[in-house]
């Protein structure tokens, strides 16, 4: 008989567990559950998603033991994964960034420029204490981690936790990688890429299928022309209209460095001023209001539905696609399946021309010890520059939380790619402090 695990999913008042728990049950006989737990520290948040989700897996997963709880100790014991997606300061707190550096005439964005500084900030401290829960209580469990700034995070765990079995992943790989599969009309398991990079920060430089036939000048050609914009919808999580623009906004990026298919997140990075004038035409309604007037609301009006009716009956919660890169990484260690996966992990010569103590994002073989970079080579300089700066600035960030250093702070800001000076990162670093409060460390 199969093994079947245990999984508590952190951050269980997240808008994204009914999508993980769907494609929990979808995958149940390539990864069976004995027990399903929520955790999240906001007990009214996750009891309305806990009492919707306790009645829909009553009528459809019935041999699967569910509990939501925000008791560390019941969340954290018996578990073989713990699949995290916390936000520290919740959307309330992600309104602060994408509007904060708008005073300062930079943008504000989720986890690139100070928005994603000042998100690192709050993370990592949510980010050790469960990754300490769940050592107290499962010492041989993984943790799966989306929480963002992955980068930030990801950095904080090699330097805080350096033999914690925690993984860092992001979807934006796979969920571009889905777009490109439509592109050259393939399905995406049929792919395989070489890509380096930082977090929301990287290139591939490959995507053939098993045979070997590469595309990646047929998807050059594609996104030159339209971006990484498909006809069909692929992803059911990048569809809103600010993300259709950013899809579209790859041919820019492309041009710069035209070799290369470009992560659509550096448009931060190599348009800031084109999105800082974007933000500049609606200061007010940003992707956090557009997020909580539209996923959030859906995802908690289907939950309180389910529980009015004391049923599931007839109220579908999407089954998320994005998540089964989460279900395919736990099966790789629970399995050791050595599937390749484009992974966040120390970079210790993946790319040669790069340190080797940098989280870079490269593919990886996983297997039952975790992920094994396959080496990229050499890259180009104008991309190597661009990496050195941005993940000195994540590296900075961390320090700065470590020894509470105001002065790496407004270093780390100083330095990101998105801001014009010392004299504005240093505004913004008095104003981030002071819209963070508590959820920062004191920095002196
Ligand atoms: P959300 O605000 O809806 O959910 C986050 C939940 O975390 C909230 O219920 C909150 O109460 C809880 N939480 C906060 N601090 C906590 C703590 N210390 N302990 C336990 N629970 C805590 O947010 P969301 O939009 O669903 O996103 C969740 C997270 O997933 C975010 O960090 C987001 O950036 C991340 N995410 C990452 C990827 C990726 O590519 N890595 C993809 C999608 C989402
Ligand atoms: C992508 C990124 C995630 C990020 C998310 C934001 O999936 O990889 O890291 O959190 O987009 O999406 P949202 O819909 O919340 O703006
Ligand atoms: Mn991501």
């Given at each position: 008989?199969?093994?079947?695990?245990?999984?508590?999913?952190?951050?269980?008042?997240?808008?994204?567990?009914?999508?993980?728990?769907?494609?929990?049950?979808?995958?149940?006989?390539?990864?069976?559950?004995?027990?399903?737990?929520?955790?999240d520290?906001?007990?009214?948040?996750?009891?309305?998603?806990?009492e919707?989700?306790?009645?829909?897996?009553?009528?459809?997963?019935?041999?699967?033991?569910?509990?939501?709880?925000?008791?560390?100790?019941e969340?954290?014991?018996?578990?073989?994964?713990?699949?995290?997606?916390?936000?520290?300061?919740?959307?309330?707190?992600?309104?602060?960034?994408?509007?904060?550096?708008?005073?300062?005439?930079?943008?504000?964005?989720?986890?690139c420029?100070?928005?994603?500084?000042?998100?690192g900030?709050?993370?990592?401290?949510?980010m050790?204490?469960i990754?300490?829960?769940?050592?107290?209580?499962?010492?041989?469990a993984?943790?799966l981690?989306?929480?963002?700034?992955?980068?930030?995070?990801?950095?904080?765990?090699?330097?805080?936790?350096?033999?914690?079995k925690?993984?860092?992943i992001?979807?934006?790989?796979?969920?571009?990688?889905?777009?490109?599969?439509q592109?050259v009309?393939?399905?995406?398991?049929?792919?395989e890429?070489?890509?380096?990079?930082?977090n929301?920060?990287?290139?591939?430089?490959?995507?053939?299928?098993?045979?070997?036939?590469?595309?990646?000048?047929?998807?050059r050609?594609?996104?030159?022309?339209?971006?990484?914009l498909?006809?069909?919808?692929?992803?059911?999580?990048?569809?809103?209209?600010?993300?259709?623009?950013?899809?579209?906004?790859?041919?820019?990026?492309?041009?710069?460095?035209?070799?290369?298919?470009?992560?659509?997140?550096?448009k931060?990075?190599?348009?800031?001023?084109?999105?800082?004038d974007?933000?500049?035409?609606?200061p007010?309604?940003?992707?956090?209001?557009?997020?909580?007037?539209?996923?959030?609301k859906?995802?908690?009006?289907?939950?309180?539905?389910i529980?009015e009716?004391?049923?599931?009956?007839?109220?579908?919660?999407?089954?998320?696609?994005?998540a089964?890169?989460?279900?395919?990484?736990?099966?790789?260690?629970a399995?050791?399946?050595?599937e390749?996966?484009?992974?966040?992990?120390?970079?210790?010569?993946a790319?040669?021309?790069?340190p080797?103590?940098?989280?870079v994002?490269v593919?990886?073989?996983?297997?039952?010890d975790?992920?094994?970079?396959?080496t990229?080579?050499n890259?180009?300089a104008?991309?190597?520059a661009?990496?050195?700066q941005?993940?000195?600035?994540?590296?900075?960030?961390?320090?700065?939380?470590?020894?509470?250093?105001?002065?790496?702070m407004?270093?780390?800001?100083?330095?990101?790619?998105t801001?014009?000076?010392?004299?504005?990162?240093?505004?913004?670093?008095?104003?981030?402090i002071?819209?963070?409060?508590?959820f920062?460390?004191?920095?002196?």
């Open positions: 008989m199969m093994k079947k695990f245990s999984v508590v999913i952190a951050g269980g008042g997240s808008t994204f567990t009914p999508g993980i728990v769907m494609m929990l049950l979808d995958n149940s006989d390539r990864f069976p559950l004995r027990k399903l737990k929520l955790y520290n906001d007990g009214d948040r996750q009891g309305i998603l806990g919707a989700l306790e009645i829909l897996l009553r009528e459809q997963a019935p041999e699967v033991e569910f509990s939501y709880t925000t008791d560390p100790e969340a954290f014991s018996d578990i073989d994964f713990c699949m995290a997606h916390i936000r520290v300061g919740k959307y309330a707190m992600r309104e602060k960034d994408e509007k904060v550096p708008l005073r300062h005439g930079v943008f504000g964005q989720e986890t420029g100070p928005g994603g500084i000042a998100y900030m709050r993370s990592i401290t949510g050790l204490e990754i300490d829960y769940m050592e107290k209580y499962s010492p041989e993984w943790m981690n989306y929480s963002n700034p992955a980068a930030i995070v990801a950095e904080a765990c090699r330097v805080l936790r350096p033999d914690s925690v993984l860092n992001c979807d934006m790989p796979v969920g571009t990688l889905r777009r490109m599969s592109i009309g393939k399905k995406p398991e049929e792919l890429v070489r890509y380096f990079g930082l929301h920060f990287g290139w591939w430089t490959s995507v053939k299928d098993k045979e070997g036939n590469e595309y990646l000048d047929q998807i050609a594609y996104v030159a022309e339209n971006g990484y498909t006809q069909i919808e692929v992803d059911t999580q990048h569809t809103d209209p600010s993300w259709q623009e950013t899809h579209k906004k790859a041919k820019d990026i492309l041009a710069v460095a035209p070799e290369y298919l470009p992560n659509t997140y550096l931060y990075y190599l348009y800031p001023d084109y999105v800082t974007h933000m500049q035409e609606h007010e309604y940003t992707r956090a209001n557009e997020v909580m007037a539209g996923r959030e859906t995802v908690f009006d289907h939950a309180k539905k529980i009716n004391g049923s599931a009956e007839g109220i579908a919660f999407e089954i998320d696609a994005h089964s890169f989460i279900v395919d990484l736990a099966r790789a260690i399995y050791n399946t050595h390749r996966m484009v992974m966040i992990v120390e970079n210790n010569g790319i040669a021309n790069f080797d103590d940098a989280m994002e593919p990886c073989i996983v297997g039952v975790g992920p094994e970079a396959l990229q080579g890259i180009p104008f991309q190597q661009l990496m050195f941005q993940v000195t600035v994540e590296k900075l960030v961390v320090e700065a939380y470590v020894e509470k250093s105001y002065q790496k407004w270093q780390a800001l100083t330095l990101s790619k801001v014009p000076s010392a004299q504005v990162a240093k505004e913004l670093l008095d104003d981030l002071e819209e963070n409060g508590e920062w460390p004191e920095l002196s």
